[in-house]
C-alpha cells in the first residue's frame, strides 16, 4: 500500500508559476512511474505528466508543454509539477499518482495504469 500526499496548491495569478509536491509512503519509491492529473469542475480527470521509475524519461501533452515540468527525487520519496506561465484555464484540483507494474523507463499516461492516488491539490489561476 502506497499512500500520496500533495501539497503546494494555492491561488496564483495568471502568467505565474507554481509548484506543487507529491510526498510517498513507498517503501521503494523508484518501483514506480508517477503520474500527474487534473481535474476542473465539470470536466474529466485530465493527465498532464509523467516520469519514469528513475526518472530518466518525461512527458507532457501538448496542452502544457513547454509550461509544465515533472520531476522527482526518490531520496526523498517525492515528486514534484513544476507549472509556469500559468493560465484560468489551468484552475483544477491536481492529484499525483503511483503505478507499479511500469517497465524500467516507461511513463504511463492512462489512469486505469495507476494504482495509488493522492487526495488533490486545489490550483485555482485568477485572470
Known amino acids: 500500500q502506497v499512500q500520496l500526499v500533495e501539497s503546494g496548491g494555492g491561488l496564483v495569478q495568471a502568467g505565474g508559476s507554481l509548484r506543487v509536491s507529491c510526498a510517498a509512503s513507498a517503501r521503494t519509491f523508484s518501483n514506480y512511474a508517477m503520474g500527474w492529473f487534473r481535474q476542473a469542475p465539470g470536466k474529466e480527470r485530465e493527465f498532464v505528466a509523467g516520469?519514469?521509475?528513475?526518472?530518466?524519461?518525461?512527458y507532457v501533452p501538448d496542452s502544457v508543454k513547454g509550461r509544465f515540468l515533472i520531476s522527482r527525487d526518490n531520496a526523498k520519496n517525492t515528486v514534484y509539477l513544476q507549472m509556469n506561465s500559468l493560465k484560468p484555464e489551468d484552475t483544477a484540483v491536481y492529484y499525483c499518482?503511483?503505478?507499479?507494474?511500469?517497465?524500467?523507463?516507461?511513463?504511463?499516461?492512462?489512469?486505469?495504469?495507476?494504482?495509488?492516488w493522492g487526495q488533490g491539490t486545489q490550483v485555482t489561476v485568477s485572470s
Open positions: 516520469i519514469s521509475r528513475r526518472g530518466g524519461y518525461t
Open positions: 499518482a503511483a503505478g507499479p507494474r511500469a517497465l524500467y523507463g516507461a511513463i504511463l499516461r492512462n489512469e486505469d495504469q495507476y494504482d495509488y
